[in-house]
């Protein structure tokens, strides 16, 4: 059974850069499925942030919320079995519970979530 | 991007009656070539993660109850719960699969 755990500092400074970790365990990181994030702001909606494609397609590569692109970076350390999230020049609005997630159909939808991690963007 | 919205925001249903929880794409999600609709439903309990109940529109997740089922096409979409039980209080939320960014709905919050 997949099973995904996110883990990082819970309280960021602003202007500063998130960075999050997404343990993978009972299951290859370098397998055909893409990796997700997704954030929750407190009392809020879902938002999907961006995901990196497994090998199979465009060589591993991410797409991003063109909301984000410009501050975000996904990456994949296959040695480590995780991937990872940053988000630079965070905000209040960066607040958030956030999720990762694998989409195992390579079709958008995802079946496997981590627990979230909450994210405060203070001073 | 695609703009999902959902309808109502909440709704308080009997135990053993029916929910009904309806979504709207601001554009079609329906890809002609295979002729399936890349709409998916979730349902978020307080404190845990989404859970994933219904991907392409109708098919049902392995090991989710029959209760739940799904339906629609194109831009129109309807999430059904049929003989509500005290465990299905919960925020549902549906989500296109169609491009990126994908996107969600604000999400229904279900009460008894």
């Known amino acids: 059974q997949v099973q995904l755990q996110e883990s990082g500092p819970g309280l960021v400074k602003p202007s500063g850069t998130l960075t999050l970790t997404c343990a993978v365990s009972?299951?290859?990181?370098?397998?055909?499925?893409?990796w997700s994030w997704v954030r929750q702001p407190p009392g809020k909606g879902l938002e999907w942030i961006g995901e990196?494609?497994?090998?199979?397609?465009?060589?591993?590569?991410?797409n991003y919320n063109p909301s984000l692109k410009s501050r975000v970076t996904i990456s994949v350390d296959k040695s480590k079995n995780q991937f990872s999230l940053k988000l630079n020049s965070v905000t209040a609005a960066d607040t958030a519970v956030y999720y990762c997630?694998?989409?195992?159909?390579?079709?958008?939808?995802?079946?496997?979530w981590g627990q979230g991690i909450l994210v405060t963007v203070s001073s | 991007d695609i703009v999902m919205t959902q309808s109502p925001d909440s709704l308080a249903v009997s135990l053993g009656e029916r929910a009904t929880i309806n979504c709207k794409s601001s554009q079609s999600v329906l890809y002609s070539s295979n002729n399936k609709d890349y709409l998916a439903w979730y349902q978020q309990k307080p404190g845990q993660p989404p859970k994933l109940l219904i991907y392409?529109?109708?098919s049902r997740k392995s090991g989710v109850p029959d209760r739940f089922s799904g339906s629609g096409s194109g831009t129109n979409f309807t999430l059904t719960i049929n003989s509500l039980q005290a465990e299905d209080v919960a925020v549902y939320y549906c989500?296109?699969?169609?491009?990126?960014?994908?996107?969600f709905g604000q999400g229904t919050k279900l009460e008894i």
């Open positions: 009972g299951g290859s990181i370098s397998s055909n499925y893409w």
């Open positions: 990196w494609i497994g090998e199979v397609y465009r060589s591993g590569s991410s």
């Open positions: 997630a694998r989409d195992s159909a390579n079709s958008g939808w995802f079946d496997y």
């Open positions: 989500q296109q699969h169609y491009n990126t960014p994908y996107t």
């Open positions: 392409w529109a109708s």
